[in-house]
């Protein structure tokens, strides 16, 4: 069974959580697959390109190069399935088989929740509040960096957050 050591996508080394490298075989043919659970980051860097340079570099010292297709996989955990067809299988008879009519598929979410993956790459989001203020808060705000606004205000949600969680 091939096991994969480390990934990377155009050039950029990723953080992989699970993973599960494979033949899928159907009546058009066969393509290697690589399942992987990486980061909410990863998927939103990825989620609108359909083909990159991935190089998989396996435990037994073999290196994959290919352009591969992308799909993101919705559902539970932040996933990412890259695929490429294969011509000749001959070089891949140690991976795990999956024929299009099994009922087996690897699950590679199991024992791993999205908090263990935030707390290696916790995502960012843009946000936009209304508020109502009294003008002389609003005039100071106005005068404030966004970067010293995202402080203040991360700060005080976590001041807030732990308070309710003593409760």
Known sequence: MAVVKSVTIDGESIHVFRNAIYIFESSSGFTLELDLIVSEVVIKKYKTVDNLIVEIELED???????????????GLPQLNLFCDLDDIQEYADF?????????FPNIEDGITIDEIRKVEMPNEDVSIKLN??????????????KSLNEIFQKMINEYWEKQDIK
């Open 61 to 75: 010292g073999r290196i994959i190069n290919s352009i591969m297709h992308v799909k993101i996989l919705s559902g």
């Open 96 to 104: 795990d088989r999956v024929n299009e009519n099994d009922s087996w």
């Open 133 to 146: 203020l009294p003008i002389n808060q609003i005039e100071w705000i106005k005068k404030q960096k966004k």
